[in-house]
């Protein structure tokens, strides 16, 4: 049993938009020691009131942390913690989540923690061979320490069941200008073959600027839910869509928690040929696109009634559960 530090620290769990770390400390806490999973979050603190009694630190969306509040200080302080795990021989497993930021976009600040992420972690995971390629690319000299597994899934929602749908394309989640969705509006508009689609956006936004844009494009055939919904809503939806979409613009993303939940829901996926979603493009359940010029091609040319669709997906889902996450952790780690 190892004793294990994990970041960050979700106090709030009913009705989180992002439950991966709940589910990561559940799935830890079945055979470690999770030292923070009672404590209350004191942030950036943590690191400190926890440091002698963690073996391993795991650590997820670090690079963020200058984007808090007193972001300045938390850098400085957590780059002091970074200096005492080499003191004390602490270990750390860093979580590649993005390759950047996706709201701040390429910035210095951002790059100093990668730089300092790449060189002191003794671990690192992602979830898509975009991160490994990133890695190869930006920071060859530590490519050894990564390993790539794809995003676990908790249980199943849902089957993708043919018949007539309500909507063609189901666009869903937290609404931010790196996920492209104006643009895919603007595409519908000079798009003969997709002036008709029914389209259903449901999601807060809460850059009121940008909504005022969605708004301005949105195309009589689409419709625009301003909402928080739970993920068992959420799949009402995704079973009266043909596609769940995703519009991502970002070369930031990796992975996405919104497209292990969408799979979960029995969607038929159609995303950007890049990351986790080009990972999969061989499973039955996911169509991947370079460009919106493709989609239409690749509408017209689906077979809802394959029976791939559902076998992909429940090998695939079980093939990678947090449980065998951890597992794999447990090989990499040695703990």
């Not at 190892?2 to 709030?12: E, H, N, Q, T």
């Not at 860093?94 to 002191?120: C, I, P, Q, Y």
């Not at 799979?263 to 460009?291: C, N, Q, S, W």
């Amino acid at each position: 049993m190892a004793a294990i530090f994990l970041y960050p620290k979700i106090d709030k769990v009913i009705g989180s938009p992002n439950p991966y770390v709940f589910n990561f400390q559940e799935a830890l806490s079945k055979k470690h020691l999770v030292v923070n999973a009672k404590a209350p979050n004191r942030g950036i603190l943590s690191f400190f009131t926890h440091f002698f009694k963690a073996d391993l630190f795991i650590l997820n969306w670090p690079e963020t942390i200058p984007e808090k509040k007193f972001g300045g200080i938390q850098k400085a302080l957590f780059s002091v913690f970074l200096g005492m795990t080499k003191l004390f021989s602490k270990k750390i497993l860093w979580v590649l989540h993005n390759k950047g930021s996706h709201h701040k976009g390429e910035n210095a600040v951002t790059r100093d923690m990668f730089n300092k992420l790449m060189s002191h972690s003794d671990y690192i995971i992602t979830h898509s061979h975009a991160g490994k390629d990133f890695v190869a690319v930006a920071y060859p000299n530590f490519l050894a320490k990564v390993h790539v597994i794809p995003h676990p899934f908790t249980e199943k929602l849902g089957d993708y069941r043919e018949g007539e749908k309500k909507y063609d394309f189901l666009i869903w989640g937290s609404i931010f200008p790196y996920k492209g969705i104006d643009n895919f509006l603007s595409y519908l508009q000079k798009t003969p073959e997709l002036k008709d689609a029914k389209v259903l956006i449901i999601g807060r936004c809460t850059d009121q600027e940008y909504k005022s844009k969605i708004l301005s494009i949105l195309p009589e055939s689409a419709d625009y839910k301003d909402e928080l919904l739970s993920l068992e809503e959420i799949a009402v939806y995704s079973d009266q869509s043909r596609f769940t979409l995703f519009t991502y613009k970002s070369q930031t993303v990796i992975s996405s928690g919104s497209l292990v939940d969408s799979i979960r829901m029995g969607a038929v996926v159609l995303g950007p040929d890049h990351g986790a979603f080009k990972d999969m493009e061989d499973l039955a359940f996911m169509h991947t696109y370079k460009d919106f010029n493709e989609i239409p091609k690749i509408i017209s040319e689906f077979d809802p009634a394959d029976a791939r669709i559902e076998a992909d997906r429940n090998t695939f889902m079980k093939q990678n559960t947090w449980h065998n996450f951890v597992e794999k952790i447990e090989k990499i780690t040695g703990i």
